[in-house]
T-cell receptor, first 111, second 114 residues
């Protein structure tokens, strides 16, 4: 049972434009949300997180938005750069210390 | 090294054989996690350790899977009588503590069962 869903398997964006990645979750007990980035043949690396008490968290070019009522979060990358080309995983956790991951969205930034 | 180290990086085995995957977490990290990623899918939780104990084994797919951790350090994931559906990348991660937050992942062990 997939509790975290990333419905777009891929996204192509031109360099300098905004990348918007979406994520939906079903478990109302989730209270902490993270985005991870993964390059080929490497493990995922932490990118940005947000607690359920907030609706926005910003770190440089990366901003995560949380809409609890819709059980939806999104990651904005502005401006997109070629080095941002990677697979992005949305993850969520509640009080059981397990991170549930989505299937990932492959982002390709075109020069 | 300073990161999470996994070995082997690649393992090809025949159906029915046993395999053992190893994870060296970051020094001082008390929490350790195993995940699996099948081709085209997301990361699937298998098991986590707090210290040497594993409070939640619910993610292990079958009784052919087992994991242990010793000395609050190295962990091994053992798959007995491997099946083709076990083919996946097995990822290990560690963190300072259990309270959610950032996990540090290794590069994974790619298992191919022929």
């Amino acid at each position: 049972d997939q509790q975290v869903k990333q419905n777009s398997p891929s996204l192509s964006v031109q360099e300098g434009r905004i990348s918007i990645l979406n994520c939906d979750y079903t478990n109302s007990m989730f209270d902490y949300f993270l985005w991870y980035k993964k390059y080929p043949a490497e493990g995922p690396t932490f990118l940005i997180s947000i607690s359920s008490i907030k609706d926005k968290n910003e770190d440089g070019r990366f901003t995560v938005f949380l809409n609890k009522s819709a059980k939806h979060l999104s990651l904005h990358i502005v401006p997109s750069q070629p080095g941002d080309s990677a697979v992005y995983f949305c993850a969520a956790s509640g009080n059981d210390y397990k991170l549930s991951f989505g299937a990932g969205t492959t982002v390709t930034v075109r020069a | 090294g300073a990161g999470v180290s996994q070995s082997p990086s690649n393992k090809v085995t025949e159906k029915g054989k046993d395999v053992e995957l190893r994870c060296d977490p970051i020094s001082g990290h008390t929490a350790l996690y195993w995940y699996r990623q099948r081709l085209g899918q997301g990361l699937e939780f298998l098991i986590y350790f707090q210290g040497n104990s594993a409070p939640d084994k619910s993610g292990l797919p079958s009784d052919r899977f087992s994991a242990e951790r010793t000395g609050e350090s190295v962990s091994t994931l053992t798959i007995q009588r491997t099946q083709q559906e076990d083919s996946a990348v097995y990822l290990c991660a560690s963190s300072l503590g259990l309270a959610a937050g950032e996990l540090f992942f290794g590069e994974g062990s790619r298992l191919t069962v022929l």
